[in-house]
């Protein structure tokens, strides 16, 4: 078993041990269900996977039946984390961030992460339908896209894990890139304080994993478009 293998292990079945894995496997790929028990898609009605710690939802303490809408928004606290659905995209919701969700009554139009980190997946859209992700450096726009954003004062940063995203610098009209990939190929640091055309700058793949795209893909019923090939040094910070 190579490194990478031992990481994806390890992984799981620190989710089997908390107890954050259940039934439902058909969605992953064969060496991963071989792992162990796996999530299935959310059952209808169903917002919140599983959370852990402080999170406030729409202004009130969140439990796993609480629900979040197109239109919610939602804090976490120190050491803690939310994992869930809305409609066909998913997220992991880290500690210390705030969320504001923006949307109709079924599907999520826009997202302003304030500040923290995000990780999300997004089912495609029809032509008609754009979605922005939004901080306070940058914006991104996207379509059918695996997604981790990370929000600070001066600084965010951009990993597409896969799919096309258009990002900009909100401060510099000169800084916009679109960014194709299929594996994480071009993770990128956006700037609020730069040199005109020069806020956007390569960045490495950092706290996020494929086996977390993987998880929350499956809660609304697909898989990563990539192999789990032992190619990519995932990496995650140590808090939630």
């Known amino acids: 078993m190579n490194k990478q293998d031992q990481k994806r292990r390890a992984f799981l079945l620190q989710l089997l041990g908390s107890g954050v894995l259940t039934a439902g496997m058909s969605a992953l790929p064969a060496a991963v269900r071989a792992m162990g028990r796996v999530p299935g898609k959310m059952l209808v009605g169903k917002s919140i ?6 999170v406030v939802v729409d202004g009130k303490k969140a439990t796993v039946d609480t629900a979040i809408t197109p239109n919610s928004i ?15 995209d998913a997220f992991i919701l880290r500690s210390n961030s705030k969320l504001e969700i923006g949307g109709g009554e079924t599907i999520i139009k826009s997202l302003r992460l304030v500040t923290g980190k995000l990780l999300s997946v997004f089912g495609r859209r029809e032509k008609n339908q754009s979605l922005r992700v939004g901080t306070t450096v940058a914006t991104i726009g996207i379509r059918g896209t695996g997604l981790y954003v990370e929000a600070q004062k001066t600084r965010s940063y951009v990993c597409t894990c896969y799919g096309k ?3 900009a610098a909100i401060n510099d009209s000169l800084s916009k890139e679109t960014v194709t990939t299929r594996h994480h190929d071009s993770p ?53």
Do not use: Q
């Not at 996977?49 to 402080?54: E, F, R």
């Open 188 to 240: 990128r640091y956006i700037y609020a304080n730069a040199k005109a055309g020069a806020a956007i700058e390569p960045a490495p793949v950092i706290n996020h994993t494929d086996e977390e795209l993987e998880l929350i893909e499956t809660l609304v019923g697909r898989s990563v478009p990539f192999a789990f090939d032992g190619g990519y040094e995932s990496s995650r910070s140590t808090d939630y």
């Open 74 to 88: 939602i804090k976490t606290g120190s050491n803690s984390k939310v994992i869930f659905a809305v409609g066909k």
């Open 49 to 54: 996977y599983k959370l852990h710690g402080s």
């Open 165 to 167: 995203a258009d990002i």
